[in-house]
Each structure stands twice: as structure tokens, then as C-alpha cells.
């Protein structure tokens, strides 16, 4: 529009140009003003009138040549202009990789659909896929953009003109339904998404299968269109907690789940700021001689009010709120201030987050933990998953080298649940792994995990590693891990986590011994048994 209107000024004063010079030219006429001026000028032919009078007409044309010259060049940037403008338009509210509109022209949209009393009608659909980031760390980055963009025209397709579909940043998006959409609409939408998305993506004949699922908030005068993000946020959730490849509605249950979340977000940032979330230990045996070798640190969190509250949550909350790093070196710090005056034997093992440890800092602050705590590095173990590695696989190198020029060993925690672990033991120097407790369980029952276990184990051994078997749980479990000789174990049917206090008083009456423990009986031992 700006550039028709500068077009339009342009032609304004084209036309009074030419219509000024008419006037002149019809007034010089009708006074005899050529006349006069011939006259004048043979009565002074000495002044030159005639050079004077053709160089002021030469001045004359070649200024208005210069002026249409000038109005075209101002034409052309203001056009120039215009187009900048519109691709800037353009960048701020669309997402540059799928040319779907962006967070932030979602969330404007979002707010058009608020009245005075509420919402005008509509359902709000969030979704992410599902085995999104297999693709990127097995095929590279450029085949997950082509899934991106492929997902992206699937969507568009399933949706009318009146709905809206945006990418809101990674591999999650958000539908905004017509206002008049009706519930029935909306979950039928959702079913044909999830049909839509499930079906495999060929490139350059690689089949690449991915997955959503949908979590939908209706928008009512009490559920707001700007929280609607918020709430079919949570019913994604939701879904996913129930099983992927499914969808869920945001209800008042959720509704409330959502308000308590939050409040625990609030008394988490608070808890991890004044270090009240507290190390235990949870001890790990040499399972051939039943003696202690040292323990896993785990965060346990007592609140004030609302009691115990299970790892699983708070951790995932940490994770989802940017706490999990200063989380994680707050535990480190407390168990190494703990820990410091034990046995020196006796090691520990800490989980580092992949937050963490693609931190560029890590090592330094290492050092720092170090040297605040007076803990020997030598007695440390970090425990790293196959996620934390993936992302740039140069630089986990270069730390890991790092971490042992400190003293401090390297495990692989989870091993056997990735995809990679095979490539990661022969490029990475781990010093031992820990088999995921998934194919512990119950192992004498089940005798494909026997042969899983069995083959880790060789695997292990043939490259100098030891191994550590987590969630031993029974005593069929302990046999079986003894009778395939694995070097260490931890669970249940040792002994549960425990605090600082009864690691100290362990030490202190030399229970160190699984035999002696189980042997006892002193009352005490009910302290470190699973019933106790």
C-alpha cells in the first residue's frame, strides 16, 4: 500500500510539472512575451540575450530530466523498501524452516479469540513427535528438517482454512480450530493427525517413522485463549503419560494437576536455591565377595508441607523448568561435603544431566566442587546415558579425556535401552557401564533378558570394563548375576538408599559386609534392609 501511494506522488508532480509549463508556455503567448523578448534582445545584442536565453532553456530541460530521473530512483528504494519490509514481516511471524506462522504469531492469533467475558469458542491442539530425536542423531539434522517439513504440509492438510496450524519451535506444534468448532470436530481432527503422522516418510529411500500425540483444550469464558497453550500443554502430557500415539483433553482434573505443578515449580526453584534437596546413597556390593564398594548418589526431596515428594516428579520438573543442572551440582556438592571423611575406599557415583554435561564448563566447575569440598576426585564415578553423549560427540571426547586427567572414572549408565552403545563404548573411554534395571527385573523368569545380560557381560569383559547391574531386586536376581560372574550390584535386595547419617554409622560399625548385615541381629540393620 505505502508503495502505491509513493507511485501515486510520483504522477502528482510528473503532472504539475508538465501542467506548469503549459501555463507558462500559453501565458508567454497571449502577451507577446516571445515577441518582446526578440525585440529586446535586437536592441541588445551586445548583452547576448539569445546564449543567455538558451542556456537558461537548457538549465531548464535538463533539471526537469533530472527530476524525473530523481523520482524514479526514489521510487525504486521505496519499493526496495516495501519488500524488506514485507520479508521482515515475513521472518518475525512465520517459522523460517516449515513457513508455518511462529510462536509468536500463534499466540497473537490466540489473543484475538479472547472477548470481554472470555473466549469466543474454539479448540486449541498442542503435539509433538514422537522418535523425533532418533532421527537427528542417527540420520543427521538435515534428514530431521526434511520430517519437520513433511509433518508440517501433513498438518496443513488435515486443516481447513480457518484453522490455524504454527510451529512453535522444535518438533512441537500447535493447532488453533475454527471458533465454531465443536468437540466432535476436534477429535476427529486429532484421530486423522495421528493417522496422518504415524505414516513412514520416505528420503532418499530411507524410511524414517515418527509419531505424535495430541493433547486438546476447549476454549470456554472460563478457559481463556490465552491459557490455552498452557492447558492442551498439560493434556499432551497427559496423553503421553498414557501411551503414545493417542489423544487427551484437557479437564478439571488436569486443571487442577496443571495449578499444583506450578506451585511445585515455585517451591522447587526455592528448594534447589537453598539447598534442601539432600543427597542418599544408595550402596553398590561387589557380588562375588558381598563387599561394599561405594554408592549412588540420588536427590531426595522432604517438603515442608507436602512431605516426600517422588524423585521421578521433581526431576522431570527440573527438567522442564531449566533446574536440573544447578539441581544436579547442588547434590554433588552436599554428598562430596558428606562424603569427604568416609573410608576413602568407599566411591561414589553420581548422575551427570545432559544439561550438565554439555555445559563448556563443566570440568572447571568440577574443579571448583573439588576444591570447596576437599572430596579426592579419584573417588568419584559419574554416570553419564547415551543422550548426553549424542548431541556433538567431538566434544564428549575431548571432556571425558578431561574428567580423567582429574581422576575421575566414567560410566555408561542405562546401557542396553539406546541404539548406540556398541559404537560409544569403542570411540568413548568409559571405565565401566551400568546394565539398566529394566533387564534385571524379574530376570530368572524371563529368558531373553538372560541372554541380553549374558552377551553385555562378554561384551564388557572383552574390553576391560566392569559392570555394575541395577534394580537387583530378589535373590533369583542375585544368583543369576553371580552365576554369570557381573562384578557389581545394586537394589533392593542389598539395601535401600539411605541418608549421610546411617552411611556414617555403616562405616562407623564396619557393616560393610552384605553377609554380616543379613546375619545380624541387631535391630539396626532394619535401617538399610528393604523393610525397613
Given amino acids: 500500500m505505502s508503495s502505491f501511494f509513493a507511485r501515486l506522488k510520483d504522477y502528482w508532480v510528473y503532472l504539475l510539472i508538465c501542467a506548469g509549463t503549459m501555463i507558462t508556455f500559453v501565458i508567454s503567448v497571449e502577451i507577446d512575451a516571445f515577441d518582446t523578448f526578440y525585440e529586446y534582445s535586437r536592441a541588445h545584442e551586445d548583452w547576448e540575450l539569445d546564449e543567455i536565453a538558451i542556456l537558461v532553456l537548457n538549465l531548464a530541460f535538463g533539471s526537469f530530466v533530472a527530476l524525473i530521473v530523481r523520482s524514479r530512483q526514489l521510487a525504486r528504494v521505496a519499493g526496495e523498501r516495501d519488500r524488506a519490509e514485507k520479508e521482515a514481516q515475513q521472518f518475525a511471524w512465520h517459522d523460517p524452516l516449515t513457513g508455518l506462522p511462529n510462536r509468536r504469531a500463534f499466540v497473537d492469533h490466540l489473543a484475538t479469540l479472547d472477548s470481554a467475558d472470555g473466549a469466543s469458542g474454539g479448540v486449541v491442539l498442542m503435539l509433538d513427535l514422537d522418535r523425533f530425536k532418533a532421527v537427528n542423531d542417527i540420520h543427521g539434522h538435515a534428514y530431521g528438517d526434511l520430517v519437520l517439513m513433511e509433518c508440517a504440509a501433513r498438518l496443513r492438510a488435515e486443516l481447513t482454512a480457518d484453522d490455524l496450524v504454527a510451529r512453535l519451535g522444535g518438533d512441537e506444534f500447535a493447532i488453533a480450530l475454527d471458533p465454531e ?7 476427529s481432527v486429532a484421530r486423522r493427525l495421528l493417522t496422518a503422522i504415524s505414516q513412514p516418510i520416505l528420503v ?4 524414517l517413522s515418527v509419531g505424535t500425540s495430541v493433547g486438546l483444550a476447549l476454549l470456554t469464558p472460563r478457559h481463556k485463549a490465552s491459557d490455552a497453550l498452557q492447558y492442551a500443554d498439560q493434556a499432551l502430557y497427559s496423553a503421553k503419560k498414557g501411551g503414545r500415539g493417542q489423544f487427551a483433553w484437557f479437564d478439571a482434573e488436569l486443571e487442577q494437576e496443571a495449578r499444583e505443578r506450578r506451585a511445585l515449580e515455585l517451591d522447587l526453584k526455592e528448594a534447589v536455591a537453598n539447598d534442601e534437596i539432600a543427597p542418599f546413597f544408595q550402596p553398590v556390593f561387589d557380588i562375588a565377595t558381598d563387599r561394599l564398594r561405594g554408592f549412588e548418589v540420588l536427590a531426595r526431596w522432604t ?5 516426600v515428594v517422588p524423585p521421578d516428579l521433581f526431576i522431570e520438573i527440573a527438567e522442564d523448568v531449566g533446574l536440573i543442572a544447578p539441581l544436579g551440582w547442588s547434590v554433588l556438592r552436599q554428598a562430596c561435603l558428606v562424603a ?16 550438565q554435561f554439555r555445559d563448556g564448563h563443566l570440568v572447571e566447575r568440577m574443579k571448583e566442587v573439588f576444591e570447596e569440598t576437599g572430596f579426592d576426585p579419584r573417588r568419584l564415578e559419574i554416570e553419564l546415558t547415551e543422550t548426553a553423549i549424542m548431541s556433538d560427540f567431538a566434544m564428549a571426547q575431548s571432556t571425558l579425556r578431561q574428567l580423567h586427567a582429574l581422576g575421575v572414572t566414567v560410566a555408561l549408565d542405562d546401557f542396553g535401552a539406546g541404539f548406540s552403545s556398541l559404537s560409544n ?11 539398566d534395571g529394566s533387564f534385571i527385573s524379574d530376570i530368572k523368569d524371563r529368558p531373553e533378558n538372560q541372554r541380553i545380560v549374558s552377551g553385555i557381560l562378554a561384551l564388557a569383559h572383552g574390553l576391560d570394563l566392569e559392570v555394575t547391574a541395577e534394580g537387583v531386586e530378589t535373590d533369583a536376581d542375585f544368583d543369576f548375576l553371580q552365576s554369570v560372574k557381573c562384578e557389581m550390584g545394586q537394589g533392593y535386595h542389598f539395601a535401600r538408599p539411605m ?6 554409622w555403616m562405616l562407623e560399625t564396619k557393616w560393610s559386609s552384605l553377609r554380616r548385615m543379613r546375619s545380624s541381629s541387631d535391630p539396626e540393620q532394619d535401617r538399610f534392609s528393604k523393610a525397613g
Fill in 181 to 187: 468448532t465443536t468437540a466432535t470436530r476436534a477429535e
Fill in 204 to 207: 532418499d529411500g530411507i524410511r
Fill in 303 to 307: 517438603h515442608a508441607t507436602r512431605g
Fill in 340 to 355: 569427604r571423611s568416609w573410608d576413602p575406599r568407599v566411591r561414589l557415583a553420581v548422575n551427570v544431566s545432559p544439561t
Fill in 425 to 435: 563404548l569403542r570411540q568413548l573411554p568409559f571405565d565401566s557401564i551400568k546394565i
Fill in 499 to 504: 541418608s549421610g547419617e546411617d552411611v556414617a
